[in-house]
Every structure is written in C-alpha cells, then in structure tokens.
C-alpha cells in the first residue's frame, strides 16, 4: 500500500492489485528456458545453418519492420526464414505471451473450442499449454487459422513436442489441433469459447488499402460472430503507435457490440490513450532480462538486443446485453508509461482510469514509483487531487504524502543536484577547448 496525501489534504491510499508481468512460476520459465533445445530437437540445424542464424535472424527481422512492404507475404516457406522464425522470433513471442497468459483469467473446460487466427507456428497455443497448467488437462479443441499450413504443421510438431515434456498423469494427452488454411473470413463448425490473435494485423493494417478503422471494425464484427456468449476474446500486437493505434480501435469496435472490455482497461469508458499522431499509444513493457540466457546470447549474435520487451493488447468478454459502466466508487488505474518529468520537482506515471488520463505524481527522488511495474493495476479513493496536468489535461494523483517542509528540502536537494551537473557540464566544456 502507498500512503497518499494530496494537496487538498485529503488523506488516501494507493493498493496494489495486479501485475501483468510478475516472475513466473518455475515450471513455465523452466520451458522457456529449454525451449531452444525443443525446436533443436525438432528442426536441427547444421553446422552452416547455425553460423548462419544470427545473419538470417537480422535479415527477417528488417523485413518485419524497416522494409516490411518488400517482405514476401509467403515468407515462412522460405526454410531459412521459417527457421529463423521457430528458432528465435517464435521464442521470444512465447516470453511475452506467457508472461501476460499467466496473468489473465482464462477458463477452458472439457469440450470447449477455441481459435487461433493468424496461427503461424502455433505460438499463442504453446503459450497457453505453457502458461496455463490448470488448463492442459482438459479436453480442448482448438482450431488454427493460418494461410501457410506448412507453418502450422512445423508449429504443430513443436506444440506436441512441448507437451510430451509437461504431461503427467493429471494430463495423459494434449490438446486436439484442427488446421484450417484460410483467413479471418473462413468458416468454422462452431463458435468458440475463446479466440485469440497475436501479431497478425501489424502485417495487415501495413500495406492494406482499407483505413485501420474500417479493418478494426470488421475484426470485431468477425470476432463477436465466432465466439460464442460469454467467450473470451485476446488479440495482441507489437507496442509501436500503429499497433496501440489499432487496439484502441479495435477496443472501441468491440464495444459497439456490447463486449465488455476485460483487461488492461480498468473501465468501459473512451480510452485516453488512443495512438493518434504525436499522441500517447497503450502498450506495456517489462524488463527483457526476464527472456532465457540462451535466447539474449542468440540475440546479442543478431544485433538486435533487447533491454525491454513490449506489446499492446485488448482482453474483452463476448456479453448477451451491454455491460455495466464503470463506478467511480473506488477508482482504478492501470499504470502505463515509464516516469516523466513534472513541474515543481516532481516525477510521474501515467495512468489510464474510468475518468480518463491521471497522472500518479511523486518527488523526483522517490523510488516509489520505479518499483511499479508496467501494466500495474492500482486501486485508489474517491478523493484525490482535482488539479490538472497543463500540458494533457490529465487528473494529477499526487502520492508523495507532502508536507510544504517535506516539498521544500525536496526542492532544495533538486536544485543542489541540477546545480552539480550544470558546473560538471561547465568544467567538461572547458577541459575540451
């Protein structure tokens, strides 16, 4: 708990209720950890090919990004792409989905369906058998969409292989995999209890002549007609602006349909957050220390080291009638960017709520708001400080229990330290002339 006093002098407090991105438990990071060994198990490589690695690794990576509009779209034939895929792109895409899984309430029970669109090698569903033990022995089918079948089968042998690791004799045999070539206009024999999507519209919104809220709203309408009342809906794309841009759409769609907006939004009101241009974007990050050593080493070899890992996402509920707003009783906050500077020797963390952007506000000294993780759900009173942030307009939550002698020897240590660097960048100017 955060003890909080505001400028008013209304006393309060700030509680912990989640994280998306707390340690997981040993088991999964475990599996993570050997997952390299799994798909070397599976798909070895040679001696050339794995010299190779951190070169084709580098090469694919610049046409997911920079150069994504030469990329083939049939680029997971290419065995040295797809092999650079399951050996390195699909291991880190199982470290952030199973770190958000873990953390997300999903309920699968004997003969439910579920779908995966836009499957590739079967990420999201490892990830699932992965993060989710409770779930591995129920009898679950899963459908995976995908317009490369040579992908899902190469996925489907490395899921397979997962679970020959994890089974027990609580969970004596893995999930059935229906593999359906096709997009997210094919048809499925039934609607499902829980549909998922991870990293398939980054690819599309890219190069598509629809405008991103036309392909949101039929996402969402493609969404809701095959998920069945009271199933779940996830859909996870990369945390760049385009992406946070498009989940917001997407998010905002969804609604219209009366799905109820489950995480990380703390409330069914507008989102403030919206990605437009030069705006604030929703995504979340969490410290790529947390990724297995072998795959960091493998990515140091590709030039393409990862201080963070970061992704946007929406979890929404499929509901018969539209859902309830939000009550202001008790608000919550989910905590969404790194700390920022603020006037009057403040630092702060920007926070979405059911009454829009708050600013969680503190000493530029404290180290309380560098021990909140990204994506921490906070829970506070009705009273907090009505004062607006003049630059976003955003409610300012100010946490550091101030006192004005509290606020004026915090004043004067940040003017003595400015003062300090100012005279060091002084002398460091004249040693080079």
Same mark, same amino acid.
């Given at each position: 708990?955060?003890?909080?006093?505001?400028?008013?002098?209304?006393?309060?407090?700030?509680?912990?209720?989640?994280?998306?991105?707390?340690?997981?438990?040993?088991?999964?990071?475990?599996?993570?950890?050997?997952?390299?060994?799994?798909?070397?198990?599976?798909?070895?490589?040679?001696?050339?090919?794995?010299?190779?690695?951190?070169?084709?690794?580098?090469?694919?990576?610049?046409?997911?990004?920079?150069?994504?509009?030469?990329?083939?779209?049939?680029?997971?034939?290419?065995?040295?792409?797809?092999?650079?895929?399951?050996?390195?792109?699909?291991?880190?895409?199982? =470290?952030?989905?199973?770190?958000?899984?873990?953390?997300?309430?999903?309920?699968?029970?004997?003969?439910?369906?579920?779908?995966?669109?836009?499957?590739?090698?079967?990420?999201?569903?490892?990830?699932?058998?992965?993060?989710?033990?409770?779930?591995?022995?129920?009898?679950?089918?899963?459908?995976?969409?995908? =317009?490369?079948?040579?992908?899902?089968?190469?996925?489907?042998?490395?899921?397979?292989?997962?679970?020959?690791?994890?089974?027990?004799?609580?969970?004596?045999?893995?999930?059935?995999?229906?593999?359906?070539?096709?997009?997210?206009?094919?048809?499925?024999?039934?609607?499902?209890?829980?549909?998922?999507?991870?990293?398939?519209?980054?690819?599309?919104?890219?190069?598509?002549?629809?405008?991103?809220?036309?392909?949101?709203?039929?996402?969402?309408?493609?969404?809701?007609?095959?998920?069945?009342?009271?199933?779940?809906?996830?859909? /996870?794309?990369?945390?760049?602006?385009?992406?946070?841009?498009?989940?917001?759409?997407?998010?905002?769609?969804?609604?219209?349909?009366?799905?109820?907006?489950?995480?990380?939004?703390?409330?069914?009101?507008?989102?403030?957050?919206?990605?437009?241009?030069?705006?604030?974007?929703?995504?979340? =990050?969490?410290?790529?220390?947390?990724?297995?050593?072998?795959?960091?080493?493998?990515?140091?070899?590709?030039?393409?080291?990862?201080?963070?890992?970061?992704?946007?996402?929406?979890?929404?509920?499929?509901?018969?009638?539209?859902?309830?707003?939000?009550?202001?009783?008790?608000?919550?906050?989910?905590?969404?960017?790194?700390?920022?500077?603020?006037?009057?020797?403040?630092?702060?963390?920007?926070?979405?709520?059911?009454?829009?952007?708050?600013?969680?506000?503190?000493?530029?000294?404290?180290?309380?708001?560098?021990?909140?993780?990204?994506?921490?759900?906070?829970?506070?009173?009705?009273?907090?400080?009505?004062?607006?942030?003049?630059?976003?307009?955003?409610? /300012?939550?100010?946490?550091?229990?101030?006192?004005?002698?509290?606020?004026?020897?915090?004043?004067?240590?940040?003017?003595?330290?400015?003062?300090?660097?100012?005279?060091?960048?002084?002398?460091?100017?004249?040693?080079?002339?």
């Amino acid at each position: 708990m955060i003890d909080t006093t505001n400028k008013s002098g209304n006393t309060g407090s700030v509680k912990k209720v989640s994280d998306f991105f707390s340690s997981l438990p040993e088991e999964q990071q475990k599996i993570l950890n050997g997952f390299g060994s799994t798909v070397q198990g599976i798909y070895p490589l040679t001696q050339k090919q794995k010299f190779n690695l951190p070169m084709n690794i580098r090469e694919l990576s610049r046409q997911l990004t920079d150069r994504r509009s030469e990329r083939n779209p049939a680029y997971m034939n290419s065995p040295a792409q797809s092999f650079a895929y399951i050996h390195y792109f699909m291991w880190w895409n199982l =470290v952030r989905f199973v770190h958000l899984l873990h953390n997300l309430e999903i309920e699968l029970d004997d003969g439910d369906y579920a779908l995966d669109l836009g499957s590739g090698p079967l990420t999201m569903v490892t990830a699932l058998w992965i993060a989710k033990p409770e779930l591995r022995n129920k009898k679950i089918t899963w459908y995976t969409l995908d =317009v490369s079948m040579s992908t899902m089968s190469r996925g489907e042998e490395i899921f397979y292989a997962v679970c020959s690791e994890t089974l027990s004799t609580q969970c004596t045999e893995p999930w059935k995999i229906i593999k359906i070539k096709g997009g997210m206009e094919t048809k499925i024999n039934h609607q499902v209890k829980f549909l998922s999507c991870a990293n398939m519209f980054n690819e599309v919104f890219w190069n598509a002549k629809e405008k991103t809220e036309s392909i949101a709203a039929s996402a969402a309408r493609r969404f809701t007609e095959m998920t069945g009342p009271g199933g779940k809906i996830l859909v /996870i794309e990369p945390g760049i602006p385009p992406s946070g841009k498009f989940i917001s759409l997407l998010r905002g769609s969804l609604m219209k349909r009366k799905a109820k907006i489950i995480s990380p939004c703390p409330h069914q009101g507008e989102c403030p957050m919206k990605g437009d241009r030069g705006g604030k974007w929703c995504h979340f =990050v969490f410290d790529g220390n947390k990724a297995p050593e072998n795959l960091r080493k493998l990515s140091k070899l590709a030039k393409l080291e990862k201080e963070r890992i970061s992704l946007s996402f929406v979890f929404a509920e499929k509901c018969k009638t539209e859902p309830e707003p939000s009550s202001f009783g008790e608000l919550k906050l989910r905590v969404i960017s790194d700390k920022i500077k603020l006037p009057d020797f403040k630092t702060g963390r920007y926070c979405c709520s059911a009454c829009g952007l708050v600013i969680l506000s503190d000493f530029f000294k404290s180290k309380k708001l560098e021990e909140i993780n990204s994506g921490t759900l906070l829970s506070t009173g009705k009273e907090f400080s009505k004062k607006l942030d003049p630059k976003t307009g955003a409610f /300012i939550l100010d946490i550091s229990g101030n006192t004005s002698k509290k606020h004026e020897k915090g004043m004067e240590t940040f003017t003595a330290h400015r003062k300090k660097k100012d005279t060091e960048k002084e002398q460091k100017k004249a040693d080079s002339k």
